[in-house]
Every structure is written in structure tokens, then in C-alpha cells.
């Protein structure tokens, strides 16, 4: 494509440059609108200022990419109500051999986890849970956060539904799931390992230290018990009342005389005593009768509630056994080859129908905010597109990074990771894809698909060079920050320092298995 019109192209490229802002520095101070907002705002002035008519902007949105990502969290959104993230989060802690055995374990973990159901949503779900398990056995915190927004983005490289720009590239390129899966999975699983020992040779010391544990849960369980068996007198106002007429009248009792002058009214005494001796003996066997039909009142009722609650723990274990049927249904038809948006959209509709009640709940919790963020990124990008400025720079860089030789592909990484970092990866997959795409595809069909698989994982894993290379590393990093009651703020130098040798060690080993 040839440089367009000096004024669209200068009007074009302002328009991009105020996303690329809003986008990589959502706080901005002259601008604090954040990611979204500034999406809209990028996409409004590509069409007012005569880059994109109308009818062009609507046609730059991808639906197809929108309705896998919309699919997509709502199936992660009912994972999560049945307990799939919670019992990832347990399987970390079980029977845990240490500092060294948990970090490997949440390597592990969150790249299969985010594999499948998006790096975001794994980061969301486990930094509490890790950031607990390291407070709870008094370890420094810093060393498993990293290894759980890195390894959350090396996993989800593996598959087109595992980030955002991976379902670009499984779009644009019309690759298969299946085909996706296995051309990066032994990259990503090599490249899992290499991040760990990275990590463990970085932070051995640290991790080798042994520190008392406190088992705070222990002291909450032994709280609560305390509470709950707190003594609770009963009333007895029938005792009390009893016991406050009989002082009165022993108050009033007539002193013996000795003459015998009131042999009478000690009779009458003597009656009235043996008359309240039988009341008490009818009133406590009222009291006995009526403690022994409550008592079996509350039988039945305890009963019915055991039997109630019996079938709801019932209907609660069918549903969540349905739900992972109906997700790993979706994994093999995706593998199949089936059309990846509606084989996530029919799944996420399955779900709701499976569910039984108002959706409202769980259709609430889907990122619309992030499928806006799309929309006005598509119409951005798409815009800046047609100013030719991606085209001039990739005709320069294109005879540099031919993927015939080791070199070209050297070139092709490094521009992927630095543009990554500096306009995010999915911006960079929009405006580089179909470019890369088209000139491994003059060498071959091979080279062409091998091509979009080295974009997915270098824009993917390029993610990890610094705090604000991914939304991952964001969401880690604010997640541990709010934790209650005792957070922890991941600097970006903390993970600068690890993030720098990791990216390109992880990268580099990746290729050659690509």
C-alpha cells in the first residue's frame, strides 16, 4: 500500500497516537479516561476526520473475534460458579513439599489453566490464592506472583483462546485449533520449564530459607468455635416467678406459740404446701410432655432440612459435572475444526440453558467494557492502516526478516517484541499479521502458517519483558495489591529484573522449536 494523502496521514496517525496513549497509559493525567474510553475516542476521530467513512468503520470490526472472546467468558464465568478455579487453587497447597515444589506447582498450573480459559481470567482467580498460601507458610510473595503472571502468559500462547491476540491470529490466519495447539504446545511446554528454573535459580536463596509457619487458619477455626459455643441461658421466668411468691409469703409465716393457739393455721399451711407440692408435680410433667413434643418437632424438622439440603448438594454436583462436560465438549469440537466462534457462543448458551434461572447474574460479569475496547481498537488500527504507514515501515523491514533463514527470523522476533512493548500486542498483530502472513506465504504455505505461529508466540511472551507489556502482569499486580488483609505491591522493577533475561531466554528457545 502507498502513502496515502498528506492530510490523512497526518490526521490518521494523530487519531492512533491518542489510543496508543489512552491505551498503554490509561491514567494519563491531562487524560484520565482510561483504556476503553480512549479506544472510543480513537475510533470517533478516525471517522470525523474523514480517515474511515462510516460504513468503513462498521466494517473494520472483526465479529467473528468478538463473538469467540464474548463465548469465551461467559463459559469462564461458570467454570468459575462451579468451583474450577477454587479447586486449582487448592490443588496448589496439597501436599506441598515447599517453597520450591509450590512455585513449580503454580507454573504449572496457571500455564494449563490460561491455556484454556484466557491468561486475564487465570491471573484474576489465583493471585489471591497464591498470595495467601505464600502469606500462610510466611514466604516472600514476590517470587510466585511473577511466576504466576509469566507462566499465565506463556501458557496461553498454546492456544487461540488462550489471550485476545491469539484469536486474532486464529481468525486472520484461518488456522484449526488442533493445528494452533500442537505447532506451539512443545514451545510452550519447554519454555514453562525454562521460565521455572529462571525463577528458581533467581530467587534460590530466597526461597531455601525456612521461617516459622503460622497457620492463621487454625487460630480463625478455634476463634469461630469459641463463638459459636458460647453458653446461652435459657429463660425461666415460670422458676423465677416461683421462686419470688415463696419469699413473699415466708415473709408473712406466723411464729409457732407454744400453747397451740395457731395448730390450725399450721393445717392450713400444711394443706396449701402439699397442694403446691402436686401443682409443681403436674407443672413438670406438662414441662416434660411439651419438651418431648418440641424435641420431636425438631427432629422432623432437622429431618426434612438434612434431606433438603441432601438433594441440593445433589443438584449442585450434576450441574457442575454438566458444566465441565459441556467445556470439554467445546474443547473437542474446537479441536475438530468446528467454526471457533459458535462453537464458544453455543457452549456459553448450553450453560445458561443448563443453569435453570435468570442469566442476568452471570451475563452481568462479562467484560463488555473489553469487547468495546475491540470494537474501537478494530476501527483505530484499520484506520492507521490506510495512512500506509505500517505498509512503508514493514517494505523496509520486510528483505531483513525472511523466515527461510535463522537470521530473518531474528529480525522478524525482534520487531514483534519491541512493537508488543511499545503498541501492545494485539495492536501490533492487527497491524503486522496479514503483512507477515502474505510474505511467508510467497515461500510457502508452510512458511505462511509458520510464520502466524511465530507472531503468536513472540507477541504473546513479549508480554512478559515488563509490568506493562500485558494485561496479565496488571492484573497480578493490582489483584496482590488490594488483597485483604495484607497485600503486596509488585514493583516494576521487581519484575523488570526477572522479566528482561526471561523474555528473550523463553523467546529464543520457543523459535527453534517453531
Known sequence: MTMALT??????????????ILAVFPAVPFMPIGRTAGSLLGANLIVILRV???????????????????????????LE???????????????????????????????????????????????????????????PPHPFLLALASSANIGSSATPIGNPQNLVIAILSKITFGRFLFGIFPAMFVGVVVNAVLLLCMYWNVLSVQKDVENAEVEIVLDEQVVSHRFAPATMSHVVNSLHSQDQFSGNEIIKDPNGVFDSSRNFNASREAANDHGSLQMRDKNVSLKTVDEREDQNFTSCEEKHNFSEIWRRLLWKICVYLVTIGMLISLLMGLNMSWTAITAALALVVLDFKDAKECLEKVSYSLLIFFCGMFITVDGFNRTGIPSAFWDFMEPYAKIDHAGGVAVLAVVILVLSNLASNVPTVLLLGVRVGASAGAISEASEKKAWLILAWVSTVAGNLSLLGSAANLIVCEQARRAQPSGYNLSFWTHLKFGVPSTIIVIAIGLTLI
Request: aromatic fraction near 12%.
Open 81 to 139: 460458579r462451579a468451583d474450577m478455579f477454587k479447586y486449582l487453587g487448592k490443588l496448589l497447597a496439597w501436599k506441598s513439599r515447599g517453597a520450591k515444589d509450590l512455585l513449580c506447582r503454580i507454573c504449572l498450573i496457571s500455564a494449563i489453566s490460561s491455556a484454556f480459559f484466557t491468561n486475564d481470567t487465570s491471573c484474576v482467580v489465583l493471585t489471591e490464592f497464591v498470595l495467601k498460601i505464600a502469606r500462610q507458610q510466611n514466604l
Open 7 to 20: 492530510e490523512r496521514v497526518i490526521l490518521g496517525s494523530i487519531a492512533f497516537a491518542i489510543f496508543w
Open 52 to 78: 474511515l467513512t462510516p460504513d468503513e468503520a462498521y466494517a473494520a470490526i472483526d465479529l467473528p473475534i468478538l463473538g469467540l472472546l464474548f463465548g469465551t467468558m461467559v463459559v469462564s464465568i461458570y
